[in-house]
């Protein structure tokens, strides 16, 4: 949403630092993230882009050793205040991984576990429906219409990863993150996921991890660079690719990092 | 460029290569100026031969410059610095070939001028291109330093060779009117005068192509403008 022209803040990170045991893995991260925008985030393995993404639904929660700082505001709302519904604040942030991890279930019940937990379908109808929709937001229902009972496994990767993402956006998340979404797909159906990203952040605000600059200049409006857990530069894409503020950043995105 | 070298060695080096390609590019055009001037306020024929002869080279190196510019782009995928030094280098060498193309013209009238010029016609004419002849040698200097000062200093000296041109083409305009039976020098005269104002113009359009390499900005504001041509044409 815009005001005055201005994209809405979704979420902002305010002094986040992670550490996993003794070892820090983010150090102080202050980020704003936009409404109905797309966010990259770029940077070398291991600096922390995953750690990151997983501190905006409280993942990291499920590492024992894991320590999470700082405040995560979304909706004017520190998710890492006690009171936060964890179970509540996965269901508004949805999440895509690297490799399609679907169920080992039917296509069908891949999609509609997740609204069956939240009580979204009073009828097998109203299930029905959002089966359908998901998987048409997915560009995945005419290819899967036919065989919604059949094993998500049996999916090509492509199909499989756009199930998950039909999955992530069936209890109509406001937020889909999505660590390294592309990494096992090939160029037709990375075009296809991308696509699709254009297409959803209409209803929904996205952050990517990606490791393919062309991607992330591809599919992002905004763009925060991570190096050894920190966050070098953030901005609108379009300055990043074209003329980047720090050193760093250039010699990453140019391919001259030692 | 960037302190840091590409991981990738080979990539580097191409964008070494586009660069020393620009330079060489430009410093021929330089020549090929050079020698244009000389050979029309001198009348030496040699030395206009020798411009027609050698604007081949210059073509050839647009040619070369815009082949590789579309291997990075196809190939390397260049971002940030390397995208602005790969799209700048093919706007740079279509303006430099433009220079060559226009110190050909001008040797080319040069070799059909019938009668030695005036004194004072020469003189204006050697005010006019010195002055040109600068510009290019600092724009070279910008891009070889990459610096955006320089640029903008050349930018900025445009205006005083449009109203060199024009002072210039009052004298040919004079020449006209005392030379009825000659019109065809005239002519001659008046698009020579043209052209090294046209190299002017180009020679601002790689000041300000230099000036988006080095700061990732548009040069600010109107080109500066001196006074309105006395005879009109393109501008
Ligand atoms: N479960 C974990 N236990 C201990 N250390 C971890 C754990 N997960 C990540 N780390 C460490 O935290 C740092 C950041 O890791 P993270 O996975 O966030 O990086 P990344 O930027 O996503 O890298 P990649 O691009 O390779 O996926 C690394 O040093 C990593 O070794
Ligand atoms: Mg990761």
């Not at chain 2, 460029?1 to 060695?9: D, G, I, Q, R």
């Not at chain 2, 080095?214 to 044409?233: A, F, H, Q, S």
């Given at each position: ?6 994209n ?16 820090q893995?983010l150090f102080?991260?202050?980020l ?5 925008q ?14 990151f ?20 505001v ?18 508004k942030i949805?999440?895509v ?11 069908y019940?891949?999609?509609?576990y ?6 979204m ?15 048409k ?14 094993p998500g496994t049996?999916?090509?990767g492509?199909?499989q990863?756009?199930?998950?993402i039909?999955?992530a956006?069936?209890v109509?998340?406001?937020v ?22 254009d297409?959803l ?5 996205i ?10 200049a591809?599919?992002?409006q905004?763009?925060?660079?991570f ?8 901005g609108?894409?379009?300055k990043i690719f074209k ?16 | ?9 080979s ?19 330089e ?10 306020t001198?009348?030496d024929?040699e ?9 081949e080279?210059?073509?050839?190196f ?11 782009i ?15 280098a093919l706007?740079?060498?279509s303006?430099?070939e433009?220079?060559g193309?226009?110190a050909?013209n ?6 059909l001028?019938?009668e ?15 002055n ?14 990459r610096?955006?000062s320089m ?8 205006e005083q ?13 004079k ?5 009825e039976?000659?019109l ?12 090294i104002e ?12 230099i000036?988006?390499l ?21 501008k």
């Open positions: 949403m815009k005001k005055n022209g201005v809405m803040i979704k979420i902002s990170a305010k002094n986040v630092d992670v550490f996993y045991g003794k070892k893995a102080n991260i202050n704003e993230i936009e409404e109905n797309v966010t990259a985030l770029i940077g070398p393995s291991g600096c922390g882009k995953s750690t993404l997983r501190c905006l639904n409280r993942m990291n929660d499920v590492i024992d050793i894991c320590k999470v700082q700082g405040e995560i979304i909706n004017d709302f520190n998710i890492n205040d006690k009171g936060c519904d964890v179970v509540r604040l996965r269901e949805g999440m991984f690297q490799k399609p991890n679907p169920f080992p279930k039917t296509l019940e891949n999609i509609s997740g609204p069956t937990i939240h009580g379908a009073q009828s097998k109808q109203e299930m029905d429906e959002i089966v359908e929709t998901s998987l937001k997915a560009a995945l229902w005419e290819e899967v219409k036919d065989r919604l009972h059949e049996g999916l090509s492509g199909q990863q756009r199930l998950c039909a999955r956006i069936s109509q998340p406001e889909i993150l999505m660590d390294e979404p592309c990494s096992a797909l090939d160029p037709i159906a990375t075009a296809q996921i991308e696509e699709l990203i297409e952040k209409k209803e929904h605000t952050i990517i991890v990606t490791h393919s600059m062309a991607q992330a591809r599919v992002s905004n763009t925060g660079f190096h050894l857990g920190e966050l070098i530069e953030h609108s894409t379009d003329n980047p503020e720090n050193n760093k950043t250039q010699d990453y995105i140019t391919g001259r990092f030692g | 460029m960037s302190e840091a070298t590409h991981t990738v060695k990539y580097e080096e191409e964008l070494q290569s586009l660069n020393k390609n620009i330079i060489k590019m430009g410093v021929s055009c020549e090929a100026l050079g020698k244009a001037i000389i050979a029309i001198t009348r024929s030395n206009a031969e020798t411009v027609i002869k050698n604007d080279k210059i073509d050839k647009e040619t070369t410059i815009e082949q590789q510019v579309v291997n990075l196809a190939l390397r995928q260049p971002m940030a610095i390397d995208l602005r030094e790969t799209v700048t706007k740079i060498s303006d430099l433009r220079i193309d226009l050909k001008i040797s080319k009238r040069t070799l001028l019938n030695n010029l005036p004194k004072n016609l020469v003189d204006a004419l050697v005010r006019v291109s010195t040109v002849q600068k510009q290019l040698k600092s724009v070279l200097d910008a891009y070889l330093d610096s955006s640029a903008t200093n050349v930018w900025e000296n445009d060779i449009d109203e060199l041109t024009n002072l210039c083409m009052q004298e040919v305009i020449y006209l009117k005392e030379h039976s000659n065809d020098d005239g002519t001659h005269l008046l698009f020579v005068t043209k052209n046209r190299i002017g113009d180009h020679t601002t359009n790689i000041a300000e192509q000036y988006y080095v700061e990732g900005e548009y040069l600010e504001g109107d080109r500066p403008k001196g006074t309105e041509p006395i005879v009109t044409g393109e």
